[in-house]
């Protein structure tokens, strides 16, 4: 099914697939997501841009150890109304130090 299918979905949640690497570039086709979970991805090492998740107020990654950089864009979408969350754990070293939590 092409991603450009699912321009209704609001929440998508990705867990326990631990032979997946990356994440499809498509899913920032998802301008409708308002909420996304990644967790126990042990094998996630990349992530597409997030900028075109317009409506996403809540991101949540965890137990992905080897994801070396979080999403680009992660902070453009805290400019949208409402109030934006995210929480990532057990994320690789490098990608903590690239994009720390924010403070809200």
């Not at 992905?64 to 950089?69: D, P, Q």
């Not at 990532?88 to 690239?98: E, F, I, K, L, S």
Request: hydrophobic share 40%; charged share 20%.
């Amino acid at each position: 099914m092409p991603w450009s299918a699912l321009t209704s979905l609001g929440s998508l949640s990705i867990q326990w697939c631990g032979k997946l690497r990356a994440l499809p570039r498509g899913i920032s086709k998802l301008g409708a997501l308002r909420e996304l979970t990644l967790r126990k991805l042990d094998e996630l090492q990349e992530m597409p841009d997030l900028i075109g998740l317009t409506a996403l107020d809540s991101l949540t990654i965890g137990s992905c150890g080897k994801l070396s950089a979080l999403p680009r864009g992660l902070y453009s979408l805290s400019v949208f109304p409402g109030e934006f969350r995210a929480a990532w754990h057990g994320v690789g070293r490098t990608a903590r130090n690239w994009c720390p939590m924010p403070n809200r």
